[in-house]
């Protein structure tokens, strides 16, 4: 994989083993409070993050863009602290509901730059998208 591609793929795999961890741990405890904690960290962590990835190394224009670096940290800090941060608020910290809310806005500005940068490459790609070597693992950028 090449460029912010890799860095999401990382970033997929660390919160797989997190969300899956926490799963497990509710299953075992029967304790299942801390589910939207789970359910977000499988889903808009480690299913969307792998989308992101595998988007980035399918689609070299969006992967070349300078906007790329900056979504896959605001998605990552964002993404991290919205998901720690709400582990704490299930626990009962409320005290980190604030943050909890600024990194679910930032989470969501992610969503709108990736919208910015993924849309008008995939509207203007038809012509890349037709050559094969695109899709190679091995492809330059
Ligand atoms: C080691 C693997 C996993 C374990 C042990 C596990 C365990 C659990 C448990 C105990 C619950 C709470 C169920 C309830 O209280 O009704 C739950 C909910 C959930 N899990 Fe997992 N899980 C695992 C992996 C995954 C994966 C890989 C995904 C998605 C990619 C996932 C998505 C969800 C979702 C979306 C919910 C919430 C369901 C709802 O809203 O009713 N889980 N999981
Ligand atoms: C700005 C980002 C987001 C915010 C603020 C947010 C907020 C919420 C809230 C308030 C709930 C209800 C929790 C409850 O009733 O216990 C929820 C549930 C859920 N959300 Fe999100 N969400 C966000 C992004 C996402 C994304 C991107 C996904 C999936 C890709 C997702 C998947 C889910 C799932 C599977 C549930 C059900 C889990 C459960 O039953 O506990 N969310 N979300």
């Not at 969501?108 to 995939?122: D, S």
């Amino acid at each position: 994989m090449l460029g912010v591609a890799r860095h999401f793929f990382t970033l997929a795999i660390f919160y797989a083993l997190c969300g899956m961890a926490l799963g497990l741990s509710m299953a075992i405890s029967q304790d299942h409070s801390q589910m939207p904690t789970h359910a977000h960290i499988v889903a808009a962590g480690w299913l969307m993050s792998s989308v992101f990835a595998f988007f980035y190394q399918l689609v070299p224009a969006a992967r070349a863009s300078r906007l790329a670096p900056i979504h896959f940290w605001l998605s990552a800090v964002s993404g991290i602290v919205l998901m720690g941060g709400l582990f704490l608020l299930m626990r009962g910290d409320t005290w980190i509901e604030p943050a909890v809310g600024i990194a679910s806005i930032g989470f969501y500005a992610g969503m709108l730059l990736f919208a910015v940068i993924a849309l008008p490459a995939v509207w203007r790609g038809e012509k890349a998208d037709a050559q094969p070597s695109q899709f190679s693992l091995n492809a330059g950028r």
